[in-house]
């Protein structure tokens, strides 16, 4: 027979008389939560010292709130199967010490089982983990306070997320950021309404899953509550065991409540301004759906020609209105243009704009290429692999033909793209973690005959390994036709926003050149040191110049002698292009030091 549970004038009995009589005046409140998800600790006792407190305790379920505990003195709480008879057959014992006044919330989260599950017992123990500044209420009957507790042992560190209830409904409302497991966030104090609550990966980038918190609905103003992450992301993976979710543990006790989980209400839209008209050099953006009323609102003030906005929020499964506006504009009334889009929760997007809004003073004009929003629907803010820079192609420039982009050294790696286009084969996953991350990319016509341009992107420098952007193809071929306005180039936008950060241009006339001089001219070393040589038999002068991987023109030469070396001593360490012309054909050779 178990032991019966003990209670002398309301205190529990945790030891001697004497013991108790001396701590009358010291004392404390405790409620203790079981959200062990192992099977192995279905139900379970607790022990105060020898004597038992809880019997038979089950899974997703709170005690009552015990009231004058002795507080200031060391306490061994004991956790025991089901059919304990006696403190001395706990699986688990923990010393507990709790503050005079204190109100304390134990939660039980870990693994018991030797097998079975993952993260082992190894990894996620079964343990007691404790909050001392618990609340009986909230501060207000208009107000609930909420302490979130992260007990799921295999869910990452996560955010916890109200989409579209700051003052700025867009902006990720992070109730709880960088939560691990087994920690409390503290308590939210919420104004008593309803909420959509989603559980976020740690950059409140990817949406887990998401619940309705219904604080208004269910008349919970003035109260306090405890929100617990609870089972496992995956069963499969941990003895078929119970399905992660959120439950609400009341002062009152009893089984946990859980959270209804609902269908994903956001998802995540980067608008980057890659229309060159300078009608258009600056936009306001406003965007409309039910989700955030009856009046747009403005996302984006004074959006400027090549930047771009971080990721925002914008709701799915629902009509959404987009509007470009003029800088000055105070509503969308009057919008220059205006897109309707019905975004999946499953989907991440990329909206890019380009085109011609004028009507004349460009070629080809607003009829051939009029202003436009291209989606991308499968947008990322991180690369796949750590080690990498995940590249997303988009051809963005009016006057410029159908392209390919070859990387130097690794071949074509973006064929036949017109403009308006993404790269159709999708994100290039290009190593960026050591200095060979740097690239020269050359823009050439369709058949690979004729390079239009070459740039350096120096992926590595830029400290992009691990992130995914975009690189647009921004401006015009030839400006004096197009009002004169901003210069072709390749401009890389960034998952953060702010200003695109243009990949400085490098100066040569032709790939399949190119290879002609390269056969007749060598450098070495390469890595170098103190000095780089040439070695020329192409029977030519050449003209040099060693460029940085910013762009910058740090030595140049003539060379007319078969052998020539140039002094490098005093430059620092890094990637370096050596640009090689002859009368009739160029060579570009990467260096390292």
């Known amino acids: 027979m178990k032991k019966r549970i003990l209670l002398i004038g309301g205190m529990v009995l945790l030891g001697a008389t004497a013991a108790v009589n001396q701590l009358k005046s010291q004392t404390a409140t405790l409620q203790v939560i079981h959200n062990c998800a192992d099977a192995a600790a279905a139900t379970v006792d607790i022990y105060a010292g020898p004597n038992l407190l809880i019997n038979d305790l089950q899974f997703r379920f709170a005690s009552q709130t015990f009231t004058n505990i ?23 014992t923990f010393t507990v010490n709790f503050a005079p006044n204190s109100h304390n919330i134990v939660v ?49 560190t996560v955010d916890v997320v109200a989409p579209f209830s700051g003052s700025v409904p867009v902006i990720p409302n992070a109730l709880v950021n960088d939560a691990p497991y087994g920690a409390f966030a503290g308590y939210l104090n919420l104004p008593t309404a309803n909420y959509n609550i989603q559980i976020r990966d740690q950059n409140s980038e990817n949406v887990v899953a998401e619940y309705l918190a219904p604080l208004s609905t269910l008349n919970l103003g003035g109260t ?4 617990i992450a609870s089972g496992f992301l995956n069963p499969a993976n941990n003895s078929n065991g119970p399905a992660f979710g959120l439950y609400v543990a009341t002062a009152a006790g009893g089984s946990l409540l859980p959270l209804p989980s609902t269908t994903i209400t956001s998802t995540r839209l980067q608008a980057i301004h890659n229309c060159a008209d300078l009608a258009a050099a600056s936009v306001d953006v406003y965007l409309k759906s039910a989700a955030t009323g009856t009046g747009a609102i403005k996302i984006i003030d004074n959006f400027a020609f090549r930047t771009a906005s971080p990721y925002i929020d914008v709701p799915t499964a629902q009509s959404v209105s987009v509007f470009i506006a003029a800088p000055s504009s105070t509503s969308e009334v009057g919008a220059i243009a205006t897109f309707t889009y019905n975004l999946a929760a499953a989907s991440k997007y990329q909206l890019i704009a380009s085109g011609i809004v004028s009507a004349s003073g460009y070629a080809p ?53 017109a403009y308006g286009t993404f790269n159709g084969a999708g994100y290039l ?47 015009f071929l030839d400006p004096s036709v197009n009002s004169n ?28 050149n190119e290879n002609l001089l390269s056969s007749s001219v060598k450098v070495y070393p390469n890595p170098f040191n103190s000095e780089v040589s040439l070695n020329n038999t192409s029977g030519s002068a050449l003209t040099l110049s060693l460029i940085d991987i910013n762009g910058k023109e740090i030595r140049n030469a003539i060379v007319t002698d078969q052998v020539f070396t140039m002094d490098t001593e005093s430059l620092p360490s890094g990637v370096y292009f050596l640009k090689v012309n002859s009368n009739t054909n160029s060579a570009v050779y990467k260096l390292i030091k």
């Open 224 to 227: 306090a509550l405890s929100v």
């Open 485 to 512: 306005g901003a210069a072709f180039g390749l401009w890389a936008a960034l998952p953060t926003g702010g200003n695109l950060v243009q990949l400085p241009p490098v100066i040569i006339t032709g790939i399949k």
């Open 70 to 92: 002795p507080a200031g003195t060391n306490i061994v709480i004991g956790v025991a199967p089901a059919t304990s008879t006696a403190s001395s057959q706990s699986i688990a």
């Open 108 to 156: 039980a989260d870990g693994i018991v089982s030797g097998t079975g599950y993952t993260p082992s017992s190894m990894t996620r123990p079964f343990t007691l983990n404790s909050y001392t500044l618990g609340l009986s209420a909230a501060p207000n009957g208009t107000t609930t306070s909420l302490l979130v507790h992260h007990g799921s042992t295999d869910a990452p």
């Open 365 to 417: 004009s607003s009829t051939t290429a009029p202003f436009n929003l291209t989606p991308y629907a499968s947008a990322r803010e991180r690369s796949i692999n750590s080690n990498n820079t995940d590249v997303l192609v988009y051809h963005g420039a009016t006057d410029a033909p159908a392209v390919n982009v070859v990387a130097e050294g690794s071949g074509t790696v973006v064929s036949n793209m």
């Open 429 to 475: 996953q290009l190593p960026s973690n050591t200095s060979a991350g740097n690239y020269i990319l050359h823009v050439t016509d369709v058949a690979g005959t004729t390079t239009v341009a070459s740039f350096s992107a120096p992926l590595n420098t830029l400290g992009t390994s691990g992130l995914a952007l975009s690189v647009v193809a921004s401006g």
